[in-house]
């Protein structure tokens, strides 16, 4: 099998992945391996390729929004067969007995494992999986619309939770990348009143394309809101979604990683206004969120990329030259 290593992290416009052959993935018992057809490209790998999010292990093969074809399956392995269409995402595995885990909140397990991270992952022309942890992708959906969904939709999914919006709602979106994008249209559709702030003009575009009520920067005003979500992995950005709440909202923060949140006068918090981070997500979320997808169905914005072409898709991202998804076209 054929793989794009990371080995020492590195700006990504000095190409830090390398690409190497390894030997063909051999499923655990209860593991199964995917031929991997498309591998959506991810802020968070980013941030693991340039070290702003520190590696688990290294070498390592990143990439959690995997899309392919079950190719080999573990001997206890029951459900999957060879030729079924899967995803692999970000959570890989749970412990299953801790009180997190038995609880609901599997997302908070401290010996969860997560995708491109701790196990090698889709930027790779095979992908092992815990089978239990695979996701069950909509039929709707083509390999490369798919792959954005299993990150980028899941996250942005429950981040919409987190913050407590309700159906019809005033919900404020702070930033606009692939997740924002998916979000949006998942708040829509519940018939919420979305306010955008962006300094992205295609994304203020976009957003009011797919029903946005208005779009603006950070620096422009939005009516009160009743919750807000941070897709920008800026602390600057969180204060300013704290200053749009009304009474009582929340600021979910969408970021595994977030420079210094600056000083804020205490007005800002006062009258049970809360930040809250979002961590991960359930299988349950996913699954949800995968449904509800179909359902509306929301759509995806990619442009694809080759498989040896991601030093140059992560290096468009960490110069903000992407005003859609990658996706790295691994096998068709």
């Known amino acids: 099998m054929r793989a794009l290593q990371l080995t020492t992290a590195a700006p990504a416009?000095?190409?830090?992945?390398?690409?190497?052959?390894?030997?063909?993935?051999?499923?655990?018992?209860?593991?199964?391996?995917?031929?991997v057809k498309a591998c959506a490209v991810c802020r968070?790998?980013?941030?693991?390729?340039?070290?702003?999010?520190?590696?688990?292990?290294?070498?390592?093969?990143?990439?959690h929004q995997a899309v392919g074809r079950v190719h080999r399956v573990g001997r206890d392995v029951a459900g999957w067969r060879e030729g079924d269409r899967a995803g692999a995402a970000w959570l890989a595995?749970?412990?299953?007995?801790?009180?997190?885990?038995?609880?609901?909140?599997?997302?908070?397990?401290?010996?969860?494992?997560?995708?491109?991270?701790?196990?090698?992952?889709?930027?790779?022309?095979?992908?092992a999986v815990r089978a239990a942890f695979a996701l069950r992708l909509p039929d709707g959906f083509e390999d490369l619309a798919a792959a954005p969904l299993l990150c980028g939709g899941v996250i942005g999914y429950r981040a919409l939770k987190v913050s407590g919006i309700r159906?019809?709602?005033?919900?404020?979106?702070?930033?606009?990348?692939?997740?924002?994008?998916?979000?949006?249209?998942?708040?829509?559709?519940?018939?919420?009143?979305?306010?955008?702030?962006?300094?992205?003009?295609?994304?203020?575009?976009?957003?009011?394309?797919?029903?946005?009520?208005?779009?603006?920067?950070?620096?422009?005003?939005?009516?009160?809101?009743?919750?807000?979500?941070?897709?920008?992995p800026s602390g600057d950005v969180v204060v300013a979604a704290l200053r749009s709440l009304d009474r009582g909202g929340t600021v979910a923060v969408n970021a595994i990683h977030l420079d210094r949140v600056p000083g804020f006068d205490y007005d800002a918090l006062w009258w049970e206004r809360g930040i809250r981070s979002v961590a991960n997500f359930t299988r349950s979320d996913a699954q949800e969120f995968l449904d509800l997808a179909a359902t509306i169905p929301v759509q995806t914005s990619i442009r694809a990329f080759a498989l040896d072409e991601a030093n140059e898709a992560l290096a468009l991202q960490a110069a903000g030259g992407l005003d859609a998804t990658a996706v790295l076209v691994v096998d068709g």
């Open 13 to 35: 416009h000095s190409a830090p992945l390398r690409s190497v052959e390894l030997p063909d993935l051999v499923p655990a018992p209860d593991e199964i391996v995917l031929r």
């Open 44 to 63: 968070t790998d980013l941030q693991l390729v340039e070290g702003d999010l520190e590696a688990r292990r290294l070498p390592i093969v990143p990439g």
């Open 93 to 127: 595995s749970t412990c299953g007995v801790c009180t997190s885990c038995t609880s609901g909140r599997e997302n908070l397990c401290v010996e969860a494992r997560f995708t491109g991270w701790d196990r090698d992952g889709g930027y790779a022309t095979e992908i």
């Open 167 to 232: 159906p019809g709602g005033r919900l404020g979106l702070f930033g606009f990348g692939a997740s924002a994008l998916l979000a949006l249209q998942v708040a829509c559709h519940r018939g919420c009143e979305v306010h955008v702030r962006t300094r992205s003009r295609r994304g203020q575009e976009q957003a009011l394309a797919l029903g946005a009520a208005s779009v603006g920067t950070t620096e422009d005003e939005t009516p009160p809101l009743d919750a807000a979500v941070t897709f920008a």
